[in-house]
């Protein structure tokens, strides 16, 4: 079943400026919260999917790669946040983007409970991201792949415990009253002790850092998807370094895509290059060349008489696109090679054919010139 389009769920058009998106965030948000309609899946389904939407319209690497590619840049652990499939619950809903509804509702900025109408509590702390780089060949681009990297990551070690935080009284804020000439202000910021996480750690093994966490090894699995290019971003949820305390969240592993330069193939969105040398003769009596693709080698047929910068354009052996729009071309550039060193019977021969009709160039209107070809390679 297709996905909505972000921008109609969040009301916006494809133009909106940030604001707008933020805006048309908080009013679908508003609309659709919890609190103003308990016990409706629908609007559960509708307040989820307006988050899943501003997460990506929020930020402009992901907005961008949406914008290019639609839904099928965030397929297979692409990034798009966890949510639609419901990897991610209403508290991480209300982690990431509580701050952006001010004061509308609950007391202090806060939402009211989910489902039960009294308060949320703190916000859940996420660990950190952790960014790695996987290099991938045209083969493996051109099919999909399954990668497994090993990662060092920061988990609660065990028999790690933790209290409540006292300076907080584990609400993660604390409270500053302030005179000024209006009156009283009352203002809240993070906690110092616990940064946030309403809790300090209690007993710490040995192994453990002053959080409570320790570093370990991991093999995480990746699933990439075909047709991916240099520089696009995939994310894999929860496999980034752990936060302290039982309330947190773990952070995501932010996988970077890096293409290998392959041997004679060159790439071009999803098209693909291949030079192809011939010499003098095969060029006038013709030949049946083996050539590379990223499926195998394929055999293309060198028609007599062919001339150096003919392009044969193999269909559909290129690349595939990554919003499955198909795959591109293999565009195959023949190159004549002019021999340098003559015997002298060879330099005999080509002075006899100096004068040759047959020798003679004699282009015919359907022979393009160089910037013709240039123009329908791109067209």
Not at 108 to 124: E, H, K, T, Y
Not at 126 to 148: D, M, P, W, Y
Not at 193 to 207: Q, S, V
Request: proline share 3%; hydrophobic share 30%.
């Amino acid at each position: 079943m297709a996905k909505q389009d972000y921008y109609e769920i969040l009301g916006v058009s494809k133009n909106a400026t940030p604001a707008e998106i933020k805006k048309g965030y908080r009013k679908m948000a508003i609309k659709y919260h919890p609190d103003k309609n308990p016990d409706n899946k629908e609007a559960e389904e509708q307040f989820k999917k307006a988050a899943e939407a501003y997460e990506i319209l929020s930020d402009e690497n992901k907005k961008a790669r949406y914008d290019q590619y639609g839904h099928a840049a965030f397929e297979n652990g692409g990034g798009a946040g966890g949510f639609g499939g419901g990897g991610m619950n209403m508290d991480d809903i209300f982690s990431q983007f509580g701050d952006i509804f001010g004061g509308a509702f609950g007391g202090g900025g806060g939402f009211g409970g989910f489902g039960g109408g009294g308060s949320r509590g703190r916000a859940r702390v996420k660990g950190s991201n952790l960014r790695i780089r996987v290099k991938l060949t045209l083969e493996e681009i051109a099919n999909g792949v399954e990668k497994k990297v090993k990662v060092r990551r920061k988990v609660k070690a065990a028999g790690a415990t933790f209290k409540t935080c006292t300076t907080c009284n584990g609400s993660g804020q604390v409270m500053r009253v302030t005179n000024t000439i209006l009156g009283r202000m009352q203002s809240a910021s993070t906690c110092p002790t616990c940064h946030g996480a309403g809790e300090i750690l209690d007993k710490r093994p040995k192994n453990a850092d002053a959080q409570g966490l320790e570093q370990k090894e991991e093999t995480v699995s990746i699933k990439i998807p075909a047709g991916v290019t240099e520089g696009v971003q995939l994310k894999v949820n929860g496999k980034g370094n752990s936060a302290p305390g039982n309330n947190a969240v773990d952070g995501d592993l932010i996988v970077v895509i890096e293409e290998i330069k392959h041997e004679t193939l060159k790439r071009e969105g999803t098209n693909l290059h291949y030079d192809l040398y011939i010499n003098f003769s095969e060029a006038v009596l013709g030949i049946n060349k083996n050539i590379d693709t990223v499926t195998g080698k394929v055999k293309i047929k060198i028609e007599p008489g062919t001339q150096s910068g003919k392009i044969l354009r193999l269909r559909g052996k290129g690349l595939p696109s990554i919003d499955h729009y198909g795959n591109g071309d293999l565009l195959v550039h023949i190159n004549v090679w002019t021999p340098q060193n003559l015997s002298k019977e060879q330099k005999e021969f080509f002075e006899k054919m100096k004068t040759d009709e047959n020798f003679t160039p004699n282009p015919s209107k359907t022979d393009k010139s160089f910037f013709e070809k240039v123009k329908d390679m791109f067209s």
